[in-house]
């Protein structure tokens, strides 16, 4: 099956819908900002990230704007000594006292792939400050989710031309270590696994794993990304159809145990995505592109429900696939994560038409554009290929 969609430039409409001008509002009312719910360090990360992607492909002026909104939100979120909160009233009052470490990993991770893909140096020298004053807390972090989003932020900072690739490192190797001792001690025949369950943002610790490879070298991160990543994959498969697991009941090693089939969530699906290309750029098996696209894919209907998540006449992203149908609102974070998995993917055929162009062989064609528009690889060939390096 084909999906027309996909051919069609990243719109950027309800992400802009959903933004006012402190930044993202975090919840919709079907497709109307529900204004109550304020915003999150979280949400407004992760946007960050999506439009310096979509600037990078597209040079608009729009993305401009709002990595500027975004960025602002994260030093405004951002405490004296260097941390984050995460939630933040719509009357722009914080409202926790700290936020998670889920948070502050999200919000080190975007300001790292500012520095790696900047725009100009009015978003490049407050992301570089901001940066350096959370450094010190990474290694205070303690859950696995917040170390791996530091790890795949560190992996972007040392690729950056501001990154100290030493102090990367340092700092990286510790974290990477950590989630190779949880999978040794989860991992038994039939859980190749680095925790004791599948709960949420699954796909995030083997993406980790990978990006500390490319880091650092060490074929032993490699070796539990691929493990964990398979094996994420087939307990996540029906037919080769990628089915989440849903947020109804979360999975343990429990015999012959089948993940929830429903609530199934985009971020998921975008994660899945996010980290079949960093196994693609850390090995260049064609595994990790096919993957990547059946997950792109989820969002446009081939899941087990056959219901598309995307809405085409918002361009936002329906927050759930449920059993009776999809979760009407589109609320940010599920339409960040459709835009972010798009743009990726984007960009990684962008790559592989480069590739092509200048006499690589790929083994996925069928990834390429329909059209080669040049002759001469994109101006993000060379940097991709520099990352790809690392």
Same mark, same amino acid.
């Given at each position: 099956?084909? #999906?027309?969609?996909?051919?069609?430039?990243?719109?950027?409409?309800?992400?802009?819908?959903? +933004?006012?001008?402190?930044?993202?509002?975090?919840?919709?009312?079907?497709?109307?900002?529900?204004?109550?719910?304020?915003?999150?360090?979280?949400?407004?990360?992760?946007? @960050?990230?999506?439009?310096?992607?979509?600037?990078?492909?597209?040079?608009?002026?729009?993305?401009?704007?709002? !990595?500027?909104?975004?960025?602002?939100?994260?030093?405004?979120?951002?405490?004296?000594?260097?941390?984050?909160?995460?939630?933040?009233?719509?009357?722009?009052?914080?409202?926790?006292?700290?936020?998670?470490?889920?948070?502050?990993?999200?919000?080190?991770?975007?300001? %790292?792939?500012?520095?790696?893909?900047?725009?100009?140096?009015?978003?490049?020298?407050?992301?570089?400050?901001? @940066?350096?004053?959370?450094?010190?807390?990474?290694?205070?972090?303690?859950?696995?989710?917040?170390?791996?989003?530091?790890? *795949?932020? @560190?992996?972007?900072?040392?690729?950056?031309?501001?990154?100290?690739?030493?102090?990367?490192?340092?700092?990286?190797?510790?974290?990477?270590?950590?989630?190779?001792?949880?999978?040794?001690?989860?991992?038994?025949?039939?859980?190749?696994?680095?925790?004791?369950?599948?709960?949420?943002?699954?796909?995030?610790?083997?993406?980790?794993?990978?990006?500390?490879?490319? @880091?650092?070298?060490?074929?032993?991160?490699?070796?539990?990304?691929?493990?964990?990543?398979?094996?994420?994959?087939?307990?996540?498969?029906?037919?080769? *159809?990628?089915?989440?697991?849903?947020?109804?009941?979360?999975?343990?090693?429990?015999?012959?145990?089948?993940? !929830?089939? #429903?609530?199934?969530?985009?971020?998921?699906?975008?994660?899945?995505?996010?980290?079949?290309?960093?196994? #693609?750029?850390? +090995?260049?098996?064609?595994?990790?592109?096919?993957?990547?696209?059946?997950?792109?894919?989820?969002?446009?209907?081939?899941?087990?429900?056959?219901?598309?998540? #995307?809405?085409?006449?918002?361009?936002?992203?329906?927050?759930?696939?449920?059993?009776?149908?999809?979760?009407?609102?589109?609320?940010?974070?599920? *339409?960040?994560?459709?835009?972010?998995?798009?743009?990726?993917?984007?960009?990684?055929?962008?790559?592989?038409?480069?590739?092509?162009?200048?006499?690589?062989?790929?083994?996925?064609?069928?990834?390429?554009?329909?059209?080669?528009?040049? %002759?001469?690889?994109? %101006?993000? %060939? !060379?940097?991709?290929?520099?990352?790809?390096?690392?």
């Amino acid at each position: 099956m084909t #999906y027309p969609e996909l051919d069609q430039p990243v719109s950027l409409d309800h992400l802009e819908r959903m +933004t006012d001008c402190f930044g993202l509002i975090q919840h919709a009312n079907y497709s109307l900002p529900d204004l109550r719910t304020g915003y999150t360090t979280d949400d407004n990360a992760r946007a @960050l990230v999506v439009v310096l992607k979509h600037h990078r492909l597209y040079g608009d002026k729009l993305s401009r704007e709002l !990595a500027y909104r975004y960025l602002a939100f994260l030093m405004y979120a951002q405490t004296p000594e260097g941390q984050f909160h995460n939630f933040v009233s719509y009357d722009r009052t914080p409202i926790d006292a700290l936020g998670s470490e889920d948070a502050f990993g999200r919000a080190f991770w975007a300001l %790292a792939h500012v520095l790696a893909n900047p725009i100009e140096r009015g978003l490049a020298d407050p992301a570089e400050r901001m @940066l350096h004053e959370a450094l010190p807390w990474i290694e205070k972090l303690e859950h696995p989710r917040s170390k791996a989003y530091c790890l *795949t932020g @560190l992996h972007g900072w040392a690729c950056s031309s501001r990154g100290d690739v030493l102090r990367a490192q340092q700092l990286a190797r510790p974290l990477a270590d950590y989630l190779v001792r949880r999978y040794h001690e989860h991992s038994r025949p039939g859980w190749d696994w680095i925790l004791p369950e599948f709960t949420y943002a699954n796909a995030a610790l083997p993406e980790a794993l990978f990006r500390a490879h490319q @880091l650092l070298g060490d074929d032993c991160y490699l070796a539990v990304a691929a493990r964990s990543m398979d094996f994420l994959v087939a307990k996540t498969s029906i037919s080769d *159809t990628l089915a989440v697991v849903g947020n109804r009941e979360w999975l343990q090693p429990d015999g012959d145990a089948a993940p !929830a089939l #429903y609530d199934q969530q985009p971020i998921e699906a975008g994660l899945v995505v996010e980290t079949s290309w960093a196994g #693609y750029e850390a +090995t260049g098996e064609a595994k990790y592109l096919r993957r990547a696209q059946r997950a792109l894919e989820w969002f446009f209907g081939r899941n087990l429900a056959g219901l598309s998540l #995307y809405d085409p006449e918002t361009g936002g992203c329906f927050d759930a696939l449920m059993e009776g149908g999809v979760n009407q609102n589109r609320g940010a974070e599920s *339409t960040v994560c459709l835009l972010l998995a798009r743009l990726v993917m984007v960009e990684a055929r962008q790559r592989l038409a480069d590739k092509t162009l200048m006499g690589e062989s790929i083994e996925e064609p069928g990834l390429l554009p329909a059209k080669v528009q040049s %002759a001469e690889p994109s %101006a993000q %060939a !060379a940097s991709g290929q520099a990352l790809a390096r690392q």
